[in-house]
């Protein structure tokens, strides 16, 4: 099946810095990437659509100036949280979209972020 | 905005047993998924279900498509310990609109004793 990897698994950063993630998809071509954050013993909410070449779509209440998402490639498009706060602290995960019959959605490990 | 209602929130039960699941929406959508996640892991696909009333099973696991396009259950027979985590439903949403996106429900927590 389709691979999605995300780099890096975990990261710890202070309060202030910024962050960046990276979402690759391995074996195929994503034209549509989804990012979601998951809060502990949540359920995964969708942030933003990435779109190779385009703006990213983002979900209402989420700040696009804060989680910059550039899908600069088929197969990568990263988030970078932008001056981070402990509130963001989350597990953020991604999604590749893989068109064909059934238009499969196939998610990353996930990355941990912890903002001290 | 849309949302999917999941039940049982957690479920307790003895290695063996059956289980079941299941999720309501009041919004219509073409693609019902089911989805297990592991601690600290993403989620694994599990059940993909494209058709109203359409029953797919997957080893222990089936699941269906209810024929109102609003619900789904998912069920795991003889339940083992490695069924422990958390099962995620979720309703794909028309991609002439919505580019294919996913709504997820609440999650349901299986616990699953020796």
């Known amino acids: 099946g389709a691979v999605v990897s995300q780099h890096p698994s975990w990261v710890i950063c202070k309060s202030g810095t910024s962050v960046k993630i990276e979402c690759r998809s391995l074996?195929?071509?994503?034209?549509?990437m989804f990012w979601y954050r998951q809060f502990p013993k949540q359920s995964l909410m969708l942030m933003a659509t990435?779109?190779?070449?385009?703006?990213?779509?983002?979900e209402q209440g989420v700040e696009k100036d804060k989680f910059l998402i550039n899908h600069a490639s088929l197969t990568l498009s990263t988030l970078t949280v932008t001056s981070a706060h402990p509130e963001d602290s989350s597990f953020y995960i991604c999604?590749?979209?893989?068109?064909?019959?059934?238009?499969?959605?196939?998610f990353g490990p996930g990355t941990r972020l912890t903002v001290l | 905005g849309q949302q999917l209602n999941q039940s049982p929130q957690s479920m307790f039960i003895q290695e063996g047993e059956d289980v079941s699941m299941n999720c309501t929406s009041s919004?219509?959508?073409?693609?019902w998924l089911w989805y297990k996640q592991d601690p600290g892991e993403g989620p694994v696909l599990l059940i993909a279900?494209?058709?109203?009333?359409e029953l797919t099973s997957n080893g222990r696991l089936t699941a269906q498509f209810g024929i109102t396009r609003k619900d789904s259950f998912l069920n795991i027979s003889a339940s083992i310990p490695s069924d422990v985590g958390i099962y995620f439903c979720?309703?794909?949403?028309?991609?002439?609109?919505?580019?294919?996106?996913?709504?997820f429900g609440q999650g349901t927590t299986l616990q699953v004793k020796p």
């Open positions: 979720a309703g794909q949403l028309p991609f002439s609109s919505n580019t294919g996106k996913l709504i």
């Open positions: 919004s219509i959508f073409n693609t």
């Open positions: 074996d195929f071509q994503a034209t549509t």
């Open positions: 990435s779109n190779e070449g385009s703006k990213a779509t983002y």
């Open positions: 279900l494209y058709k109203a009333g």
């Open positions: 999604s590749a979209l893989a068109w064909g019959s059934y238009n499969e959605q196939f």
